[in-house]
C-alpha cells in the first residue's frame, strides 16, 4: 500500500444513530473498527479519497449500515495531514493512510494505527465474544475523539447540492 498525501481530502462514510453524539455531532464511535460477520477484525478505518472518487454521495449512499437501526446521513471530510497529526501528542502512537483500492473501489483507503509498535485492530474494541470492551486504552479513545473533532459532517442533502453545483 502506498502513503496518501498530506494534502488529500477523505471522507468516512457516518451512519447514524450509531456514529453520532447527542449533538449531532461526528462521534469517536465513527472511527471504532469492527468485528465483521465471518468472525475476523478489521485492520482499518476505511475512507475514500476525495480525489480519486467520482461521487461520493453515491458511494456512500450504496454503503450498507452494519448495525441494525442504522442509516447512513452522510460522511465525515478529514485532511489527511490533520489525521497523521494527531499521533504528535502520543510519541508512541503511529497513524498512516494509506491508499487500498479494490476492484470495487479505486477510492478506497485505510487509516492504520500502531501504538506501542502493535497494530490496533477491532480487537482493541471488543472481547472475544464480540461484546464491547468496558473500557478502551485512554490514548486509543484520544485518537478516535481527535478524529472525530476533525472530520466535517458532509450531509448526504447538502453533499447532493453541491456536487449539482
Known amino acids: 500500500m502506498i502513503p496518501v498525501e498530506d494534502a488529500e481530502q477523505v471522507a468516512r462514510a457516518i451512519f447514524s444513530p ?3 453524539d447527542p449533538d449531532g455531532h461526528i462521534g469517536p464511535r465513527a472511527f471504532y473498527m469492527e468485528i465483521l460477520p465471518s468472525g475476523d477484525a478489521e485492520t482499518d478505518i ?3 479519497r476525495l480525489g480519486q ?3 461520493i454521495s453515491e458511494v456512500v449512499r450504496n454503503m450498507n449500515a ?3 437501526g442504522d442509516k447512513v446521513c452522510g460522511y465525515g471530510e478529514m485532511n489527511v495531514g490533520e489525521i497523521k497529526h494527531v ?3 502520543l510519541p508512541d502512537s503511529k497513524i498512516n493512510v494509506l491508499a487500498s483500492p479494490s476492484k470495487r ?6 487509516i492504520v494505527i500502531e501504538m506501542d509498535g502493535a497494530s490496533i485492530t477491532a480487537c482493541n474494541f471488543y472481547e472475544p465474544n464480540g461484546q464491547p470492551l468496558e473500557a478502551i486504552n485512554v490514548n486509543l479513545m484520544y485518537i478516535m475523539t481527535q ?8 450531509p448526504l442533502d447538502t ?3 453541491e456536487d449539482d453545483v
Do not use: T
Open 147 to 154: 478524529l472525530a473533532e476533525i472530520s466535517e459532517l458532509v
Open 46 to 48: 476505511s475512507v475514500f
Open 18 to 20: 450509531s456514529f453520532l
Open 66 to 68: 452494519r448495525k441494525p
Open 87 to 89: 499521533q504528535i501528542s
Open 159 to 161: 453533499a447532493d447540492k
Open 105 to 110: 473501489n479505486s477510492a478506497h483507503a485505510s
Open 53 to 55: 472518487c467520482e461521487d
